[in-house]
């Protein structure tokens, strides 16, 4: 028998109701060795000041990030926040904002939504966006599956330089929709055409890359676009640094049908991994195919310009089985916050963003490259991340850098082993000259030390 606490008179009269002699008869269809045998072992309930006590002492075993300095990457990036963000998201009117069914009573919610839309097609250069997903990895995912139909059948290409967790989590709704998922080779860091000019086939759905792909390389995007196209398949193109759509040229103007991305970096800060907020964009062509919300705006019966909710295709109050994407909620909190970071920034102030990280990741490049035993990985152009081949275990610096209140660079060996050891550092505008020659310093003392 699992262990079921005492029922109340209530709950007895519930299960009842339903035909249910007991609690147990519930948990039936749950596996035996799955299932707990024993009370939860939970403390003692304890007064408030207490509770505040120990949850105090557990967070003081966190490690302070506002006293380290930071050289990780590899999906969600530290960039400056301005104050504004922060304090016009928390007015009450956006954080107790949920989906904005009634418009006579959301109009300012909506208006928000509808210029975050409008934000986020400018900085892709594609037709239409919608009101946000949960993160990067499921924009990709929603991707696929816009790609593949409602039957679910097909073959999308995937490079191995398309960020792992996204590339999990493919693999994920892949197995459970039926359609199939294949690698593409890598050459110098980027997504070999050959390859994929293989790989093609007429049940080629979608082929899908990142750019900057994970490793901060730039892709070949045009000899991608043209050889995807020559076959009808569509072009999915990935982003896990939006910052850098202030640098290089908009997924739209070289041909991408749909871009998926991560939008942590836009007006949110890194905690924990999380929270995330996905970006979805598309030509116009799909837009009764978008997964999520859509925010439209017309003209009401006194002349007045109003937004409303519009193309719902994927509500399953609406739409139920036949809704093109099952997405139940989105991230309105985020994606406000976003809208408030780009119109805070301006155009102006979005491009020196780019600038800035170009500027300062290739000088911690040259500087790094510089200490003996570290040498570029791949020989690409990048946009605020580059790898390196490291001289030492990537653990062993990484370990090594924390004690000197640094937060190194992503072991690559996570998850790409055959690359050995290399480390994959990332420079945003956070990051100053000083704090770079500090790294680098670091990394010469390490280096020497373990070879002496």
Known sequence: MSYVPNTT????????????????DLLAPIPADVRLKRPLNLPA??????VRRTLTALAERNADLDHFVSFLGAGSYEHYVPSAVPHLVKRSEYYTSYTPYQPEVSQGMLQATYEFQTMVCQITGMDV???????????????????????GVGEVLISRALDPQYRATLQTYAHARGFTLR????????????????????????VVVQHPNFFGALEDVRAIE???????????????EPASLAALEPPGAYGADIVAAEGQSLGSAQGYGGPALGLFATREKFVRRLPGRLVGRTIDNRGQDGYVLTLQTREQHIRRERATSNICTNQALLAVAASVYLATLGKQGFAELGAQCLRRAHYAQRRICAVP???????RPFFDEFAVAAPLPPGQINTALRDLGIVGGYDLGEDYP???????????????????????????EIVGGAHE
């Open 9 to 24: 008179e209530e709950q007895r009269e519930m299960l009842r109701a339903i035909g249910a002699d007991s609690i147990e």
């Open 45 to 50: 309930s304890l007064p408030e000041r207490d």
């Open 129 to 151: 966006a919608n009101a946000s997903l949960y993160d990067g990895a499921t924009a990709v995912v929603e991707a696929a599956l816009l790609a593949v139909g409602p039957e």
């Open 183 to 206: 690698d593409l080779a890598l050459e110098d860091g980027v997504t070999e055409l050959g390859a994929l000019e293989a790989a093609l086939t007429p049940q080629t759905k979608a």
């Open 226 to 240: 043209r050889l995807v196209h020559a076959t009808g398949a569509l072009f999915v193109v990935a982003i896990s």
């Open 373 to 379: 035993g570290f040498t570029p990985l791949f020989e």
């Open 418 to 444: 055959e690359y050995g050891n290399a480390m994959q550092f990332c420079v945003t505008e956070t990051r100053t000259r000083e704090e770079i020659d500090t790294l680098v310093a670091a990394l010469e």
